[in-house]
């Protein structure tokens, strides 16, 4: 498993904040915001897989999305290798966009179905390099291997792909340009489970042979828990637990995270007999109006009086393990400001 | 019993059901039987065309036909074949005597009326109640599925209701004229799993208390581990092995659905360093099939499987699988 000790961070995010305005009235005055990502604080090292999970409209995806810049963040700070990209001017980030990219959810809707796979995965070669055509064919074809596409469907459009294939045509184009850092905005969601584990089984090889590292965003805890090497649950903007996969899993210290862990149904019908189910009330609370005090406060088991009144700050309460909880208080180690502070040990 | 009739609520023989589509024929449900006792979730797994939902939206007679054409099979309930019954007698058992709840909340509700009209809709049109009668039940019905408020929330849109919220009310429908079978088409997939632990508690309380039986469509094995009492699991428009849940998970005898157990991470127990994957891609149906339609993926695929289509065969209590292979033996089947 990976080890963050000696680890070179890779990217580094503090206190991001992603909120969008509400308009309203007839002259569209700004009225609200909703904080999709509101104070996101962690690292990602190099050659490890971080596992971003959380239920629809916690905000995983926007802080995805808001790390690569593909939106502009309201605040914080982005680095990536110790360059800022949260405020990066245009031709800045331009020079940075190759080693950072993306893979979508949907391989339907990312894929423009007017143009070739050759095309699609030649775009990024022709915005970023200086190939020559020859040269261009030769390393679309060495991408198509790489992701076990054949050689002869080059020129076919999108749609002539299954689900699977198509995904694979996706991350041959993430590939192009040979970056450092991925974001997987939840990639096998779209996908039927036999041709999941074929995905996955495909990013982690190519991880291996090009030492690449990823933001394995998901809602599915079990794939989750196979592919990352650490895990950071969102609720509502936040990030509420950070932890190694494995003690994360083993020993869930957030009361969010262990109901989100106690919900997902095993596939074994013994599991389900002794099972003691949390089962959470109610839904996740608007982002635009978030309760007072602890994001969780409204479904939480174990709320306390002080949860309504104090927002809990994410500290550090064992080596790597993460927590915004008002119940960890006494286990701090030490007051982190940050998340993602490094850990002397 | 009156007049000799089955234990079975729901008793389906042989069920084909074709597509005819401009670039030919798909054969999406090649002689699919089950049944269904009184008070019973029989879940049904399988990839996406698999046949799966294709199968109950045929015995319904949901479908659009044409395109869709029931070619063969008999679908009894209540004494009657509703594969053959006149379109008045399936619409008055469409809704009433059997419900559906489907995948999507948002797109199967109306967002232009109420909640509240929608409930009472199924209420005015089967069950002839007035408007005040009707509206004391949708009441009623949305306090039973758990929405609180009730007779305030009646005069909402959907809109107004979150995702789970919105597949109670969709429940609540389903539930309002007493159904004898609940058909569940991938109730929960599009929810959270927080919230499928809510919906999925809430079916089992209402299965206790109304007695009514489910057919449940999922790909999930999780959902059906913990709901199903018996398990139907598709490949290729077939019933490829049933059994009763336990046993299904404990004694798979189909080749698909050992690997599909073996795909899928758990978020406990020992962690795999590699996922099995099955290889290839899952059959088209464009003509009957007359072999096995999982051997190109199957690793213990024989001549005789790309020459016959195994049948059903017995292999245990209430456990059938339809493959030449015999894993209690470890030997092809000798018939």
């Known amino acids: ?345 | 019993m009156p007049d000799g009739a089955t234990p079975f609520v729901l008793d389906v023989k042989d069920l084909k059901t074709v597509f005819r589509t401009r670039g030919g024929e798909v054969h999406a449900v090649n002689n699919v039987s089950f049944t269904l006792k009184a008070g019973e979730l029989l879940g049904v797994v399988g990839e996406s065309g698999s046949g799966k939902s294709v199968t109950m939206m045929s015995l319904i007679r949901l479908l659009p036909m044409p395109p869709a054409e029931i070619r063969g099979g008999s679908v009894m309930f209540e004494g009657q074949d509703l594969a053959r019954v006149p379109e008045d007698t399936m619409r008055d058992i469409r809704g009433a005597r059997i419900g559906m709840v489907f995948q999507d909340p948002m797109t199967s509700l109306n967002p232009v009326f109420t909640v509240g009209y929608q409930i009472m809709e199924p209420l005015r049109t089967h069950m002839g109640l007035s408007k005040s009668q009707a509206a004391t039940r949708a009441a009623e019905l949305l306090d039973l599925v758990g929405i609180p408020d009730a007779r305030r929330r009646l005069s909402d849109y959907p809109h107004q209701f979150s995702g789970g919220m919105r597949q109670r009310v969709m429940i609540a429908i389903a539930l309002a004229c007493d159904p004898k079978v609940l058909i569940a088409d991938e109730p929960t997939t599009a929810l959270d799993v927080t919230i499928q632990a809510q919906i999925l508690e809430l079916i089992k309380e209402l299965r206790q208390k109304l007695g009514m039986a489910i057919v449940w469509i999922t790909h999930d094995l999780g959902v059906i581990a913990g709901i199903a009492d018996r398990v139907m699991v598709m490949y290729g428009g077939q019933v490829v092995e049933h059994a009763p849940v336990r046993e299904l998970f404990a004694n798979p005898q189909h080749p698909y659905t050992r690997m599909l157990l073996e795909t899928v991470p758990s978020i406990r127990g020992e962690r795999a360093e590699k996922l099995r994957v099955i290889q290839g891609q899952p059959p088209i149906l464009s003509r009957a099939p007359e072999s096995c339609p999982f051997r190109a993926r199957c690793p213990q695929a024989m001549d005789r499987c790309a020459r016959e289509n195994p049948a059903r065969y017995d292999v245990g209590p209430g456990h059938d699988a339809a493959c030449f292979w015999d894993f209690r033996t470890g030997a092809a089947r000798d018939v």
């Open chain 1, 1 to 345: 498993m990976f080890d963050t000790t000696g680890a070179k961070k890779l990217v580094e995010i503090r206190d991001l904040k992603m909120h969008f305005p509400i308009r309203s009235g007839l002259l569209r005055r700004v009225t609200g915001a909703v904080k999709a990502v509101d104070g996101v604080s962690f690292d990602i090292y190099e050659g490890e897989t971080l596992g971003l999970v959380g239920e629809s409209g916690c905000g995983k995806s926007t802080c995805g999305r808001a790390i690569l810049r593909l939106y502009d963040p309201t605040a914080g700070s982005i680095r990536l290798e110790g360059e800022e990209i949260a405020t990066a001017p245009f031709d800045k980030l331009r020079r940075l966009r190759p080693k950072m990219q993306m893979v979508f959810q949907d391989p339907q809707a990312s894929l423009n179905p007017r143009m070739t796979v050759a095309g699609i995965i030649g775009e990024p070669l022709m915005e970023h390099t200086r190939l020559s055509g020859a040269d261009r064919l030769a390393r679309i074809y060495e991408l198509m291997d790489a992701v076990g596409l054949n050689r002869d469907f080059a020129n076919r459009y999108p749609h002539e792909f299954s689900g699977g294939q198509r995904q694979r045509i996706g991350i041959a184009r993430a590939l192009a340009l040979n970056p450092k850092f991925i974001v997987c905005d939840e990639p096998i969601a779209a996908l039927d489970v036999s041709i999941q584990a074929q995905v996955v089984n495909l990013l982690e090889e190519l991880q291996d042979r090009l030492g690449l590292t990823y933001l394995f965003i998901s809602h599915d805890l079990s794939m989750v828990r196979h592919i990352a090497d650490r895990v950071a649950v969102m609720y509502l903007g936040r990030v509420v637990e950070l932890a190694p996969r494995d003690a994360l899993f083993a020993d869930p210290k957030h009361p969010y995270t262990t109901a989100l862990l106690s919900a997902v149904p095993e596939p074994d019908p013994a599991s389900h007999d002794d099972a003691e189910r949390i089962i959470l009330q109610g839904d996740v609370p608007s982002p635009a109006n978030p309760p007072k005090g602890c994001n969780f406060c409204t479904r939480c088991p174990q709320v306390m009086a002080i949860c309504r009144q104090i927002d809990p700050e994410i500290r550090e309460i064992a080596p790597g393990r993460f927590v915004a909880c008002h119940l960890h208080d006494q286990d701090t180690q030490k007051t982190a400001a940050h998340a993602a502070e490094p850990t002397e040990v």
